[in-house]
Nanobody
Framework: VQLVVESGGGLVQPGGSLRLSCAASPTLSGINVMAWYRQVPGKPLELVAKMTSVRTINYGDSVTGRFTLSGDLADKTIFLQMNNLQPADTANYYC????????????????WGQGTQVTVSS
C-alpha cells in the first residue's frame, strides 16, 4: 500500500507549466513536513520546495520565482505549480512526507512516493 502518491508529471515544452500533486495516506499521523525533491540519474537528490506544519515554505534556489508550493498539511495534500519550465527542470520528482510521533514526538519517520517524471523538451 502506497502511503504517498504523486501525480501530474509529463512532457512539456520550454516555458510551459505543470502542476504536481502529492497526497499522503489518511493513516499517516503527525505529519511535520511535506516536500518535493527531484533527481536526475547520476546526480544527488535536490530539494525543490517544502512546507512545514507551521506553514513555513522554502524553495530551492533554482526554482525560486518560478515554482509555487501550496496545500495544507492538515489535509495531507500539497501541490507544486511549476511555471516557465526549462530543460534543466527535467527530472524525476518525488514527494517526501516526514512524521513526528511517539513520546515527546521523538520519532521522526520519512516516507517517499514512487516519483513522477517531468520532461521539458521542445
Amino acid at each position: 500500500v502506497q502511503l504517498v502518491v504523486e501525480s501530474g508529471g509529463g512532457l512539456v515544452q520550454p516555458g510551459g507549466s505543470l502542476r504536481l500533486s502529492c497526497a499522503a495516506s489518511p493513516t499517516l499521523s503527525g505529519i511535520n513536513v511535506m516536500a518535493w525533491y527531484r533527481q536526475v540519474p547520476g546526480k544527488p537528490l535536490e530539494l525543490v520546495a517544502k512546507m512545514t506544519s507551521v506553514r513555513t515554505i522554502n524553495y530551492g534556489d533554482s526554482v525560486t520565482g518560478r515554482f509555487t508550493l501550496s496545500g495544507d498539511l492538515a489535509d495531507k495534500t500539497i501541490f507544486l505549480q511549476m511555471n516557465n519550465l526549462q530543460p534543466a527542470d527535467t527530472a524525476n520528482y518525488y514527494c517526501n512526507v516526514v512524521t513526528r510521533t511517539g513520546k515527546g514526538w521523538g520519532t521522526t519517520t520519512p516516507y517517499w512516493g514512487q516519483g513522477t517524471q517531468v520532461t521539458v523538451s521542445s
